[in-house]
């Protein structure tokens, strides 16, 4: 999966792999070309092999993207360019082969620097996590919103402990799910401070009050997590 917007500063890439089914390689690079200008498409390296799979419904920097068993992946927000620069308030699909489905799904609020978690639901559901994220692309415009995907829509959930931008987030071997890092916006006297979190959240889909918060590891953001 390509993305290219002429506001990058630099390249990077990061890849996942969907088990049984398709990995996927995204990259984010410069491009010299007027913002309304934006590559967007989908590469999948089936059996050793790459393949252009097609072009998502809109062109997102910065997503949200998380592999579903069985039903492909999921990418969330981000930002995208209709001529100027904006913040997605959409996700969509792609099929097991990496194909793009061509249906948007409406989220809650627009998000980039968000991240997004697949986690078993408590009757074995699939489910994923949309955590965090920024409404502009300052990250410390920080959010504590989360909203879970139930496989057909965006619904509301409890809000994050501490608001997070640039988090990483995977799931764990017990079901739940590590929120990890990422710009935040800290309680501190009276107020707040934006600082590199220091911390992690533990989301629990099962327990009343879901979040556990986990502190003492080395400041960091725009990381990834497995």
């Not at 100027?84 to 989220?107: H, N, V």
Request: aromatic share 6%; with cysteine.
């Amino acid at each position: 999966m390509q993305f290219a917007l002429a506001s990058l500063a630099h390249s990077s890439s990061f890849s996942f792999v969907s088990p049984g089914a398709f990995a996927f390689t995204v990259r984010c690079e410069p491009l010299i070309a007027p913002l309304s200008i934006v590559i967007a498409d989908v590469v999948s390296i089936i059996s050793g092999v790459t393949q252009g799979t097609g072009a998502m419904t809109v062109a997102r920097g910065y997503p949200a993207m998380t592999a579903i068993p069985g039903r492909g992946a999921l990418i969330a927000g981000g930002i995208g360019v209709l001529g100027t620069s904006q913040i997605l308030a959409t996700a969509e699909r792609l099929d097991e082969d990496g194909t793009p489905l061509s249906q948007e799904l409406s989220m809650g609020s627009p998000r980039v620097h968000l991240s997004a978690v697949f986690m078993e639901g408590p009757n074995g559901e699939n489910q994923v996590a949309t955590a965090g994220g920024a409404s502009s692309f300052d990250v410390s415009d920080a959010k504590r919103q989360v909203e879970r995907w139930d496989g057909s829509q965006f619904l509301p959930y409890q809000p994050l402990l501490i608001a997070r931008a640039g988090l990483a987030s995977a799931p764990l071997l017990d079901g739940t799910a590590l929120l990890t890092g990422g710009f935040s916006l800290e309680p501190f006297g009276t107020g707040v401070i934006a600082k590199v979190s220091d911390s992690s959240e533990r989301l629990d889909t099962d327990e009343p009050q879901p979040y556990d918060l986990v502190t003492g590891m080395r400041p960091h953001w725009g990381h990834t997590a497995t």
